[in-house]
C-alpha cells in the first residue's frame, strides 16, 4: 500500500468512527432506529435534504433534532398548517419608519438545519415556497436574494397522503429531496427503552454535540472523493433506463435522481470505512432516493400494483456489475 493509499484510509476510518459517534449519540434518545439514523447522516454528509414520512409519534421530530444537536448546529422549526403563507418561512420586507426605507426580515429558513414539520398541512403555494432554499440555498424577496448559511439542510416531516388535512407534495418539489425515509414502529425491546429513557426526561436538547459543524464539509469533501467504478455508474443509469421503459410507471427517474444515487452511495461507502462503492450500495439506497421520484401509471393503480413490487422487478431485471469492474 502506498502513503498516499494509506492515507486515504485512514481518512475514511475517520469518517466512519465520526459517523459512527453520531448515530450512537442519537439512538441516546431514539431507539431501534439505527437504520433510519444512518441514513438520514448519509443525507445529511450527501448535502441533500431528507423527507421522513410516517404516522404521527415514531419519532420524525425527535431524529431531526437530535441530529442538529449532534453537530451544534442551529435549528429552527416550522410548523406547517393549512394558513401557512410563504413569507412565514422565506421572510418579508418590513418598512421601517426611521430610515423611510424597508428592511428585509429573515424567516426560519435562515438555520443551518430546518424542520419543516408535518409539510404536508401546508398549501401547495407554501410548500413551494421552500424549492429555490432546497435548489440554489437562497431565497428571492421583493427581487432580493438573500443567500442561506452553509451548512443548510431541510428535514421535512410529513404524515401519509391518506391522512385528513394533507395534499400532496407535487413531482417538482418530491425530487428535491435526495432521500425519504419511512421510519416504522419500534420493536418490543426498543420500545421498552423508549420508555425508561424518557422517563429519566432525556431529550434531543440534552445530548451532547460529538462534532462541531466545520465536520460536516470535512466529511462532504472525503464522501465526494470515494471512487464510483465505471461499472457502476453504468449500474445506477441502467436503473436509471429501466424505470423509464417499465409499462406500470408514467414517471421514472430524472437524471437529478441518478445524480442523487451516486451522491448518496459515496456517503454510505464511506460510513461502511471504504474508499469505493460495491453495488450492494446502490441496491441499499435505491429505494429512499428513488421510490418517492417514481409515479405509477393510472393503469397500475387501478390494477393495484404498489412501487415497491415495482422497484424489486426493476432490481431484477438489471444485470448487477461483478468482478473487479465492480469495484
Request: charged letters at 20%; hydrophobic letters at 40%.
Amino acid at each position: 500500500m502506498s502513503r498516499q493509499q494509506a492515507a486515504n484510509a485512514s481518512l475514511v476510518g475517520s469518517f466512519a468512527e465520526t459517523f459512527d459517534a453520531i448515530v450512537a449519540n442519537v439512538s441516546r434518545v431514539i431507539q431501534g432506529k439505527g437504520e433510519p439514523t444512518r441514513l438520514a447522516l448519509v443525507c445529511m454528509v450527501s448535502e441533500g435534504h431528507l423527507l421522513l414520512e410516517d404516522v404521527p409519534g415514531v419519532g420524525k421530530t425527535t431524529l431531526a433534532k437530535a441530529l442538529a444537536r449532534s453537530f451544534d448546529l442551529e435549528c429552527r422549526r416550522i410548523q406547517f398548517t393549512p394558513d401557512l403563507l410563504p413569507s412565514d418561512v422565506t421572510g418579508t420586507s418590513v418598512f421601517d419608519r426611521s430610515t423611510g426605507t424597508f428592511s428585509f426580515r429573515p424567516g426560519p429558513v435562515f438555520a443551518n438545519v430546518v424542520l419543516g414539520d408535518e409539510i404536508n398541512r401546508a398549501s401547495p403555494k407554501t410548500q413551494s415556497a421552500l424549492l429555490e432554499a432546497m435548489q440554489e440555498q437562497q431565497v428571492t424577496v421583493d427581487n432580493v436574494t438573500h443567500f442561506l448559511p452553509s451548512p443548510f439542510l431541510v428535514i421535512a416531516t410529513q404524515n401519509p397522503v391518506e391522512h385528513e388535512g394533507t395534499y400532496p407534495l407535487p413531482e417538482s418539489q418530491l425530487d428535491r429531496f435526495l432521500l425519504r425515509i419511512r421510519m416504522g414502529y419500534p420493536d418490543r425491546n426498543a420500545e421498552v427503552e423508549m420508555l425508561d429513557v424518557y422517563g429519566d426526561g432525556e431529550s434531543p436538547e440534552d445530548l451532547p454535540a460529538v462534532a462541531g459543524e466545520g465536520a460536516i464539509p470535512a466529511m462532504v469533501s472525503l464522501a465526494n472523493q470515494i471512487h464510483v467504478a465505471s461499472a457502476i455508474k453504468g449500474y445506477i443509469v441502467d436503473l436509471a433506463a429501466a424505470t423509464r421503459s417499465h409499462p406500470a410507471l408514467s414517471l421514472g427517474m430524472s437524471p437529478r435522481a441518478a445524480l442523487a444515487l451516486q451522491r448518496a452511495s459515496r456517503a454510505y461507502a464511506a460510513s461502511e470505512s471504504r474508499e469505493y462503492v460495491i453495488p450492494d450500495d446502490i441496491k441499499t439506497l435505491f429505494g429512499p432516493v428513488v421510490e418517492h421520484r417514481l409515479m405509477l401509471s393510472p393503469e397500475a393503480s387501478v390494477s393495484g400494483v404498489d412501487l415497491p413490487e415495482v422497484m424489486a422487478e426493476v432490481l431484477r431485471s438489471v444485470a448487477v456489475p461483478t468482478g473487479r469492474g465492480g469495484v
